[in-house]
């Protein structure tokens, strides 16, 4: 009997059937093959299909999703941007808080306060009336003569004794002495302002200097030095020899202490109220306004540098008024006596009170650009008996 796989069919089927298995199995063959080729090409499994193009629809929906992440990080950006341009504007206008206008109730305020500075800056009756170069002023305004000194005559001294209500002008005067510098140089006195009552002086019967012979020092180098003759020396010493001694103490007649010598015994030194760098923006005098191109007059001089800079007193005194206006802003007043007055202005911040004493170590307040102002400075105003003065001809240099 013969055995058949296929029960029922001819050779001719059976050949048909192992034909067809034959296709098939090459067709999956290359197939896998090329499914093979694919996923080495695109890198990805063998058991997974290619990837296929986006289509319009998911090209459009992507599109949207980036739009929107845009649109997240500009969001963000603002979120960021906005509160410092907030922060920064707000500075801005803290430190520029002036007026843009110079309008004529601005002109009235200055003029005002001008006018307030002159009354603190009245002539101080217990002051020396005296000039810059401490020639004593009669009440006329007119220079007293050196009338007191006696050529030919040796200098004698007396004792005075300082009352209440004495100053180095009225003592001069009521002695017949025409220059401070006389009393100041014979009693060695380093500040005038310490002058106290019940205090003692040498009183000079002339007006001179007190002067220590020095090595290498002759009559005819003090003469040439102090513009006085050689002969009104040594009669005013009451010497018979022209040789001087290292140490001698001589009375050198009609001769004056030297401007800066002058100013430091009379408080008068003024140092720069800012030490730290700046910049010297604006003079005393004829100026045009800085908003308005108008010519002007510039009350004093004008100090730029940062904000929160520390101000100090240009010379000892009291603070005479602290308060605000809109033309110098925060300012300070200080009365420094011998008819001296200064002003500080455009302060961000005043760090003294009213009757408060200061030095020249003592911080006043803080630069700023309060009031009428173009940015951060001090303006440094000067008086002196109810005048307005350069205070760059003040200022220690």
Partial sequence: MEIISFVGESNAVRKTSRGLGFALSRFQKKVSEKRSIISRKENISPYFAPVRPYSKTERQFTAVGISKILSLLVFALFLVII??????????????????????????????????????????????????????????????????????????????????????????????????????????????????????????????????????????????????????????????????????????????????????????????????????????????????????????????????TPIRAALSGKVAYVGWSNVFGNYVIINHGNGYQTLYGHMSKTLVKKGQSVDQSTRVGLVGSTGYSTGPHLHFTVYKNGNLVDPMSLLKR
């Fill in 83 to 308: 509160p410092f341009t907030i922060f920064n504007f707000l500075s801005f206008i803290d430190n520029h808080a002036g007026q843009l206008a110079f309008d004529e109730k601005s002109n009235y305020e200055f003029e005002a306060l001008n006018s307030a500075m002159s009354r603190f800056a009245m002539y101080d009756t217990l002051s020396d009336n005296v000039d810059e170069n401490g020639n004593v002023l009669l009440e006329d305004g007119s220079v007293l003569s050196a009338s007191s000194i006696h050529f030919g005559e040796p200098v004698t001294f007396q004792t005075y004794t300082v009352k209440s209500g004495d100053s180095i002008s009225t003592i001069s005067r009521k002695f017949g002495l025409s220059n401070i510098s006389t009393l100041i140089a014979v009693n060695n006195i380093s500040n005038v302002r310490t002058l106290l009552s019940g205090q003692k002086l040498r009183i000079p019967s002339m007006d001179g200097l007190v002067y220590t012979v020095q090595s290498g020092d002759s009559l005819n180098s003090l003469s040439v030095k102090y513009h006085v003759s050689v002969e009104e020396i040594l009669d005013a010493n009451d010497l018979t020899s022209d040789t001087l001694a290292r140490g001698m103490s001589l009375f050198i007649p009609g001769a004056k202490m030297d401007t800066m010598s002058l100013k430091k015994a009379m408080g008068e030194l003024f140092v720069y109220p800012i030490t730290a760098a700046w910049r010297l923006t604006s003079r005393f005098g004829p100026r045009k306004d800085p908003f308005t191109g108008v010519a002007s007059s510039h009350t004093g001089i004008d100090m730029a540098c940062p904000t929160g």
